[in-house]
């Protein structure tokens, strides 16, 4: 696996990871609703029970037909095939889950009502597959033979050291395999400001001669900005230093209860802080900004508050990577998420005074249960095993908290859609238009990303007031913005023109083979004015090193 994209909006998350993921396993008023659905169609509840009854005999007679797909990694153990015993059980698993989802297909439901059926049901299926099973699983008993039942007492530790702290999930990576400051965040600089809220690093360079043009980069705000970072090779920081940019990025601080008040002003004015440390340091009058995720809101906003209130002409390009403004969804997740959740996840934050990231981790792995809870399950508890030793697992392991204030801008804002439109959302006093920001812009998206669908984030673009150039890598949320520069397996489509519809720009847009990161480093080279000597030393006078990256906040847990 070399990605983390899951399936849920922001607003999603940040409601379960304050409520609970509990919640989504009680249907609640959707489930009385498929019942009563059920008894007014009782043909159709009747017609999908004798076609599962029909199939159930075939499979005892051994003349079904059912069987996993070759790309289900769940019974890739030739004895789910061989057995004719495991090949039944497995026969019977998925024959219960065609007629489990089809019967929800069947019925009328409302769409909000369907769609969280769905997404029950779907996780239903999940959870029972037979290799999930400790009595049924061939890879357990092979394990057990292999090890001399020393599977099972390793299996039994890591499930105990698991589940005795949050996020009661299966380890997905080895804790031992990496270290920051040693393994990941490893590219040469120095902290040369530090405030309550941020650390701001300034990168050494690596070439004779840089850009005269800085660029300041934007992390998110859950999680730690390393993912931008990781192991040399797979580093973009790391990849434009080598390009002759002037690169700094923020390193937020992990908040507690201390700093339950910092909201969207609060960080847009260190957005705007960190912005003009940039600019003394290196005494050009304007700069690049680079944000991803939740940091692209801050920074558009930041962006967009300096343009109405001081005039931002200093903004050299606003670069966005899997960056939503536009939140509207009509899926089975637009439909898990209303007022009433909303207010009592942002009501339990508030009490605490941040959003624990280890209730974030929680949802992340359950939005994706396959590949993110049972996968793990039976690596680590059935066969034993250790979880692998991988830098973007590893990061997402490393989770932050976020400022109950924050949490809750973030929910109302993404409920309401409010940066959809002019003046929906207040920052400072100010109301934001995205319009006002008329700089250029490179903005990434991803098509396999459901955490920020690659088609919100073109419509978002088109909300921008400057000209833009948009990309769409073949990755999901994470594997996009970690693209390296010899993926040869990876491409991306790319245009200038922002102004068809998502479906249009995507037939006429030229396709590249590779990673997106050259063809930034080239725009945004074109954009950075010319070649100067590398300054000799970080900082400068008032802006002095502090110590070496990657700092102390990142460290923080």
């Known amino acids: 696996m070399t990605d ?47 076609t599962l009854g029909a199939e159930l005999t075939r499979i005892a007679a051994g003349s079904s037909t059912v069987a996993p ?22 026969q019977v698993y998925l024959a219960a889950g065609i007629a489990a989802e089809g019967l929800v297909q069947d019925l009328p439901l409302e769409w909000q009502d369907a769609e969280r059926i769905k997404f029950l049901t779907t996780n239903l299926v999940e959870a029972l597959a037979p ?73 050494r360079p690596q070439t004779e001669t840089v850009r005269t043009v800085p660029l300041l980069i934007i992390p998110p705000t859950i999680n730690k900005f390393y993912v931008l970072d990781l192991a040399p090779g797979r580093s973009l920081i790391e990849y434009l230093v080598g390009q002759g940019q002037q ?14 008040k910092w909201g969207f002003d609060a960080y847009v004015e260190a957005v705007t802080g960190a912005f003009d440390a940039v600019d003394e340091i290196t005494g050009h009058s304007t700069a690049h900004v680079l944000a991803a995720c939740s940091g692209g809101l801050l920074a558009a906003m930041a962006a967009a508050y300096r343009a109405e209130t ?47 990231g280890k209730q974030l981790a929680a949802v992340f792995a359950w939005l994706r249960p396959r590949d993110l809870v049972w996968n793990y399950w039976v690596n680590n508890y059935l066969q034993g095993r250790k979880p692998p030793a991988f830098d973007i697992l590893f990061w997402n392991a490393d989770t932050t908290r976020m400022p109950a204030k924050l949490h809750r801008d973030f929910l109302d804002t993404a409920l309401g859609n409010k940066l959809a439109r002019p003046g929906g ?15 250029d812009s490179y903005v990434v998206a991803g098509s396999a990303d459901h955490l920020c669908p690659w088609t919100n984030c073109y419509r978002s673009s088109q909300m921008l007031g400057g000209k833009v150039r948009f990309v769409l890598s073949t ?46 480093a080239q725009w945004l080279g074109d954009r950075s004015g010319e070649l100067v000597p590398a300054p000799a ?19 923080d847990r």
């Open 247 to 260: 690169v700094f990025v923020v390193s937020w601080r992990n908040p507690d209860a201390r700093h339950s």
């Open 425 to 439: 959302v207040t920052v400072l006093g100010t109301e934001i238009d995205l319009k006002r920001i008329t700089a």
């Open 537 to 555: 030393h970080l900082g400068n006078a008032r802006f002095q090193p502090i110590e070496a990256a990657p700092g102390s906040y990142v460290l």
């Open 4 to 50: 983390l994209d899951v399936s849920a909006p922001p607003d999603l998350i940040l409601t379960e990871a304050t409520t609970g993921i509990a919640r989504r396993f009680l249907p609640g008023r959707p489930g009385l609703s498929l019942l009563l659905a059920m008894a007014r169609r009782p043909r159709r509840v009747a017609n999908r029970a004798a």
């Open 310 to 356: 001081a005039g931002f002409d200093r903004l050299a390009s606003l670069d966005l990577l899997v960056t939503m403004f536009d939140q509207a969804r009509e899926d089975a997740f637009g439909a898990m998420v209303d007022e009433q959740a909303a207010a009592a996840a942002i009501a339990r934050s508030r009490r605490q005074g941040y959003l624990d």
């Open 131 to 203: 290799s999930n099973n400790p009595l049924l699983s061939p890879v357990a008993w092979k394990a057990i033979i292999d090890t001399g039942g020393g599977n099972l007492r390793t299996g039994a530790q890591q499930l105990i050291s698991d589940f005795s702290h949050a996020p009661f999930i299966p380890s997905m990576v080895d804790q031992s395999a990496f270290r920051v400051g040693s393994d990941l965040g490893i590219t040469p600089g120095a902290v040369v400001l530090r405030t309550p809220m941020f650390e701001l690093i300034q990168y």
């Open 69 to 90: 797909s070759s790309r289900d990694k769940r019974f890739a153990d030739p004895a789910w095939t061989g057995n004719p015993l495991l090949r039944r059980v497995v």
């Open 475 to 520: 990755n999901g949320h994470i594997a996009a913005l970690v693209n390296p520069s010899d993926n040869h397996k990876s491409s991306y489509r790319v245009s200038d023109d922002n102004s068809l519809d998502p479906e249009a720009w995507q037939r006429t847009a030229t396709t590249e083979q590779g990673s997106w990161w050259p063809d930034f």
